[in-house]
């Protein structure tokens, strides 16, 4: 079988858009230095404290304002319009960076910050004024509306969708993530399972590595672009 990929899934994790100014999860300094996870990542933690959580997603919703795509987000996008074959772009990230990089067709496994979900319909909406303010639904008017991202303990989105891709791939990337996290820390073992070939780009080596053909460390901004050129060369 020639080496030239024909259906890639790419999972992209905080590490994409570091380069941007948006902190990851677990470099010093990060998200989950300055809150527990448990706190403000979890359904547990939302009941305890709505207000804490609620506040959290509306400062990280409002830093988007001042943040651009990187060279990273805009390589992938360049990516999604000339690749020939399939292509299945899968982020674990709740920013809109992909898409403002130039994305179209991205899978928000973990939700999106730019989305409120209603406690009470289950409507989603397109979220419009700060969530600590408790404006209503725009479907049902209650005032429940929460962030639509996946906490801790509660199910990723389109997981069928992405075990379907991964069973197809015949090379499965990973791009600036701690591999920290399931279920997407796993997603390498599956394609790996299916036969796919394995790259990770990352700045340092991740908790996955091993499960790796290939590992590149480095800024995403500058691994992605050159990886990219060297898929549509082929
Ligand atoms: C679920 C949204 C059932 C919210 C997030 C024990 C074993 C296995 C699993 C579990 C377990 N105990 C509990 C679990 C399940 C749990 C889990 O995995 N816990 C972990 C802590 C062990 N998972 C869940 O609960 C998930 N749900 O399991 O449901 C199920 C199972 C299977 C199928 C269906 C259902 C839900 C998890 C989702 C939680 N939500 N985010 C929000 O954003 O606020 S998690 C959050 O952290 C991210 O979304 C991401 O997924 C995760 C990891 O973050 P990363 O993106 O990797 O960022 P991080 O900071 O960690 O790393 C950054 C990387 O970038 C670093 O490696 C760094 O070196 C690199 N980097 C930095 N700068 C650059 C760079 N790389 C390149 N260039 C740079 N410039």
């Given at each position: 079988m020639s080496d030239d990929p024909h259906s890639i899934v790419i999972l992209t994790g905080a590490g994409i858009s570091a380069e941007s100014g948006i902190d990851t999860f677990r470099d010093a300094g990060g998200l989950w230095e300055r809150h527990r996870v448990e706190d403000v990542a979890t359904?547990?933690?939302f009941a305890r404290d709505p207000d804490l959580v609620l506040g959290f997603y509306d400062m990280r919703r409002a830093a988007l304002a001042n943040v651009e795509p990187n060279a990273a987000h805009h390589a992938l996008g360049r990516l999604e319009r000339e690749f020939p074959g399939e292509l299945l772009l899968v982020t674990q990230n709740v920013d809109n960076l992909h898409e403002r990089g130039g994305a179209s067709n991205v899978v928000h496994m973990h939700g999106e910050l730019g989305t409120a979900l209603c406690a009470s319909c289950g409507k989603r909406s397109t979220i419009e004024a700060p969530l600590s303010d408790r404006p209503p639904c725009p479907a049902c008017e209650a005032r429940s509306l929460r962030p639509d991202v996946v906490w801790f303990g509660e199910m990723p989105y389109q997981m069928e969708r992405i075990y379907e891709a991964l069973g197809r791939a015949d090379l499965f990337v990973s791009i600036g993530t701690s591999g920290a996290v399931y279920p997407a820390a796993g997603f390498v073992q599956e394609a790996k399972a299916a036969g796919a070939r394995t790259l990770e780009l990352n700045l340092e080596p991740s908790e996955g590595s091993?499960?790796?053909?290939?590992?590149?460390?480095?800024?995403?901004?500058?691994l992605v672009p050159g990886w990219v050129e060297e898929v549509l060369a082929r």
């Open positions: 359904p547990e933690g091993h499960w790796f053909d290939e590992s590149r460390n480095g800024p995403a901004g500058t």
